[in-house]
């Protein structure tokens, strides 16, 4: 049986994840005046899109299946 060899990929995905997590912040941050002056019910929805969806879901899941596989996307 092959000893299993360490991938690059794994440690260059967490600096990548870590970029996200810094620029979404900063980006969140900068927006926080303009979106703090929504109305409560309008804040939730854009907290949720830029959060859930602009950060999370759609570059994560990729980058997660590039840090497994090698690939960008899925089969």
Known sequence: MKA???SWRKPAGM???????????VM?????????????LLQVPVYVAL?????WILPLKRLLLWMET???RFP
């Open 51 to 55: 959060g859930i969806v602009w950060i």
């Open 4 to 6: 299993h060899e360490p």
């Open 15 to 25: 600096f990548a994840i870590l970029l996200l997590i810094t620029l979404w912040a």
């Open 28 to 40: 969140v941050g900068s927006l926080s005046g303009f979106i703090g002056r929504l109305p409560m």
């Open 70 to 72: 090698g690939r960008w």
